[in-house]
């Protein structure tokens, strides 16, 4: 199966802000339920340009609970700062035409939750759960060990 048929079964749409966003307009989505543990930065014209996660803006947000402090939090906190200056421009995502097995194997790969799914475009057009995925691949195991039976 490539990643449009799985988008296609599974809709599943990502949390986005926009890069001029404030941490704190970022923190009321991500803590809004249903919680996500990450989030995705579009541009004016809704291309993809980042990816925050919610660990990353509660080490910015709260010093105190950390032994260091980095150069960028130590300015972000001086500045007040957007989602510009601390997401990640250079993040994993997939392609339409990828399959889900080749996606599967990056999730695991690199340890993530959730790959955006962007077109030629950059433009988001949803995320690959890695929970779905393997609820998928478990229920095609088993069905796949029924049918031998």
């Known amino acids: 199966m490539n990643i449009d048929d799985w988008l296609s079964e599974h809709p599943d749409l990502p949390d986005t802000i926009s890069v001029d966003s404030s941490l704190i307009d970022i923190l009321s989505i991500m803590l809004a339920p249903p919680f996500s543990k990450d989030i995705y930065?579009?541009?004016?014209?809704?291309?993809?340009?980042?990816?925050?996660?919610?660990?990353?803006?509660?080490?910015?947000?709260?010093p105190k609970y950390?032994?260091?402090?980095?150069?960028?939090?130590?300015i972000h906190r001086v500045t007040g700062g957007t989602v510009r200056d601390l997401?990640?421009?250079?993040?994993?995502?997939?392609?339409?035409?990828?399959?889900?097995e080749d996606v599967f194997s990056l999730l695991l790969e690199r340890d993530i939750e959730e790959l955006p799914v962007i077109d030629d475009n950059s433009m988001l057009l949803g995320v690959v759960k890695f929970t779905s995925v393997l609820r998928y691949l478990v229920d095609k195991e088993k069905t796949d060990a029924l049918c031998k039976l």
């Open 41 to 62: 930065i579009v541009s004016d014209n809704k291309r993809l340009v980042g990816h925050l996660s919610l660990k990353k803006i509660a080490h910015q947000l709260f």
């Open 66 to 74: 950390q032994a260091m402090h980095t150069r960028r939090q130590i």
């Open 87 to 100: 997401m990640n421009a250079e993040f994993s995502y997939a392609k339409p035409h990828e399959e889900l």
